[in-house]
T-cell receptor, first 117, second 114 residues
Framework: AQKVTQAQTEISVVEKEDVTLDCVYE???????LFWYKQPPSGELVFLIR??????QNEISGRYSWNFQKSTSSFNFTITASQVVDSAVYFC??????????????FGTGTLLAVQP | DTAVSQTPKYLVTQMGNDKSIKCEQN?????MYWYKQDSKKFLKIMFS???????INETVPNRFSPKSPDKAHLNLHINSLELGDSAVYFC?????????????FGPGTRLTVT
C-alpha cells in the first residue's frame, strides 16, 4: 500500500531562516511520482513540484529546493531565507506511475509552517 | 481566466438536506477528481472521472453521487447530509490519462452541516 508520512506537524521559524520539510513515502511500485503542494491561509492548493522516481536529481527553484533520495524513500523540501508569505500548510503527495485515469494522489498529513517576522 | 472553478465557495446547511457542489475546468483536461479535506487538513480522494466516465469511487457512501455532464464539468451531489460531511471539498483536473502530469485544484468548497 502507498503511504506518505510528514512527521513534522508544525514548524515555526523566524523570517530569513532556512527550513526543511520532511517527507517519507512507502510504495511497492518501482516507478512513481512525488509532488509538493502548498496550501496558504486562503485555502487553495498550489502545485509546487512533480518528481519522477527515475530522476533523483535535486531541483532548485529560487528559494525552494527539493532533495529526492530513493535509498531512504524521502523527498524533502527546503525553503531558504524564509519569508512571511511562505506561511502555509505544505503537503507531500505520491501517485503511482501506471493506471491511467485510475491514478490518484496519496497525500501526507501536511506540515504547517509559520514564518514569524 | 480561472482554470478550475467551484461553486459555491461556502455552503452552510442543516442535517438531512440535499446539496450540490459544481466544478468546471477550462483547461481542456480529460480527467477530473473530487477530494475531501477534513478538519485535520487530511486530503483524500473521493472520485475521479475521465471523459464523463466514473473511474475511481473510493468507498464513499452512496449519499455522494458525482455527475459529469461533459468533460469540463464534474458536480457532486450529496443526499441526506450528516454532521460528518462537514469538510472542504476540492475539485481537481489533469490532462489525459498519463500519470506524467500534476493535478490542478479548484479553490475548494467549505461545507458546514449544522
Amino acid at each position: 500500500a502507498q503511504k506518505v508520512t510528514q512527521a513534522q506537524t508544525e514548524i515555526s521559524v523566524v523570517e530569513k531562516e532556512d527550513v526543511t520539510l520532511d517527507c517519507v513515502y512507502e510504495t511497492r511500485d518501482t516507478t512513481y511520482y512525488l509532488f509538493w503542494y502548498k496550501q496558504p491561509p486562503s485555502g487553495e492548493l498550489v502545485f509546487l513540484i512533480r518528481r519522477n522516481s527515475f530522476d533523483e536529481q535535486n531541483e532548485i527553484s529560487g528559494r525552494y529546493s527539493w532533495n529526492f533520495q530513493k535509498s531512504t524513500s524521502s523527498f524533502n523540501f527546503t525553503i531558504t531565507a524564509s519569508q512571511v508569505v511562505d506561511s502555509a500548510v505544505y503537503f507531500c503527495a505520491l501517485s503511482e506511475a501506471w493506471g491511467g485515469a485510475t491514478n490518484k494522489l496519496i497525500f501526507g498529513t501536511g506540515t504547517l509552517l509559520a514564518v514569524q517576522p | 481566466d480561472t482554470a478550475v472553478s467551484q461553486t459555491p465557495k461556502y455552503l452552510v446547511t442543516q442535517m438531512g438536506n440535499d446539496k450540490s457542489i459544481k466544478c468546471e475546468q477550462n483547461l481542456g483536461h480529460d480527467t477530473m477528481y473530487w477530494y475531501k479535506q477534513d478538519s485535520k487538513k487530511f486530503l483524500k480522494i473521493m472520485f475521479s472521472y475521465n471523459n464523463k466516465e466514473l473511474i475511481i469511487n473510493e468507498t464513499v457512501p452512496n449519499r455522494f453521487s458525482p455527475k459529469s455532464p461533459d468533460k469540463a464539468h464534474l458536480n457532486l451531489h450529496i443526499n441526506s447530509l450528516e454532521l460528518g460531511d462537514s469538510a472542504v471539498y476540492f475539485c481537481a483536473s489533469r490532462p489525459g490519462t498519463s500519470e506524467n502530469y500534476e493535478q490542478y485544484f479548484g479553490p475548494g468548497t467549505r461545507l458546514t452541516v449544522t
